[in-house]
């Protein structure tokens, strides 16, 4: 595994994550915990050290499932990563919560379903300008870091982007972003990597598989269960990505290196990214995600 800093927070970092979306139950498969103990024991054989999740993927359940883990392993070992913002209704039905007192109340309890008493990255989950903006808001932020209850913020930036949240982020306290990043969609480029190299900010990429239709496993036409947000996608959409995701491995693919590893090196390659979030259902989809390291030119520190 590689490593490297995540902007201006300090925080050294594995350049593959494990995203839990899909712990959440809008993936199309309901987790058990030991099936969560095995994905998690794999990223740490793997030197994986960072997990990032969200208060809205199921009722705080990813994050439960998570917290299980971490009572039976050394917390210390992980950057743990959640969000904050929405509270869970149902699948794909969320309201929003970015209010102060709300927001007190989601951190509670993600410590709570965490079993933790810090939480290394609060992030703020794909909100408006105007709540990412408001004061109270930020008073709020603020008193939960001195209390250390948090250590870094940080904004993952809904999927249109936002130029202002990406603008604003450091003067207002934020030391990372997480955005949409990947070999079908790179408007990041432009949209949001000046701004992480002009103040030193961290970036997280997440779907850098395009939600699983980059690996090489989907073919044009294919359709998702009606628990499955990719669903939601559209057929067309779906379509869409995997062939363009085809053209563009026959295009790009090296020799003896599989369409994952390819795609998560491919969104590491830029040194600006400190790491990929994929998400992962099974134990070997871990070692191969933690494997595109292996493509990467720097040394591990």
């Known amino acids: ?23 959440g139950g809008e993936w199309g498969k309901t987790f058990t915990q030991p099936e969560v103990d095995a994905l998690l024991d794999r990223a740490a054989e793997a030197g994986i050290n960072l997990i990032d999740t969200a208060e809205c993927y199921g009722d705080h359940e990813a994050e439960r499932l998570v917290g299980d883990y971490l009572s039976r392993h050394e917390r210390d070992r992980w950057i743990i990563a959640t969000k904050f913002g929405h509270r869970f209704n149902g699948f794909m039905d969320r309201t929003d919560g970015f209010g102060a007192e709300e927001v007190r109340a989601q951190l509670i309890a993600s410590l709570r ?48 982007g936002s130029e202002l949240q990406t603008r604003e982020a450091f003067g207002r306290g934020y030391g990372v972003l997480q955005i949409v990043y990947n070999r079908v969609d790179s408007r990041a480029e432009s949209e949001t990597f000046p701004t992480a190299r002009r103040y030193n900010l961290g970036i997280l990429a997440r779907v850098p598989l395009a939600s699983g239709l980059l690996n090489g496993t989907h073919e044009a036409g294919d359709t998702f269960g009606p628990d499955d947000f990719r669903s939601t996608l559209g057929k067309a959409e779906i379509t869409r990505r995997i062939r363009q995701g085809e053209k563009l491995a026959d295009e790009e693919l090296p020799l003896g290196v599989s369409r994952v590893r390819w795609a998560l090196a491919w969104c590491l390659r830029d040194p600006v990214v400190t790491a990929v979030i994929p998400g992962v259902k099974t134990p070997e989809q871990v070692a191969e995600n933690a494997s595109a390291a292996d493509l990467l030119s720097e040394k591990t520190p």
Do not use: P
């Not at 490297?4 to 300090?10: A, E, S």
């Open 113 to 160: 379903a965490l079993r933790t008493d810090r939480i290394d990255l609060f992030q703020f989950h794909s909100g408006s300008d105007e709540a990412f903006l408001d004061e109270g808001l930020r008073t709020c932020l603020e008193d939960a870091r001195r209390a250390g209850m948090v250590r870094n913020l940080g904004v993952s930036i809904r999927g249109a």
């Open 1 to 23: 595994m590689k490593y490297r800093t995540l902007g201006r927070t300090g925080l050294k970092v594995s350049v593959v994550g494990v995203g839990t979306w899909q712990l």
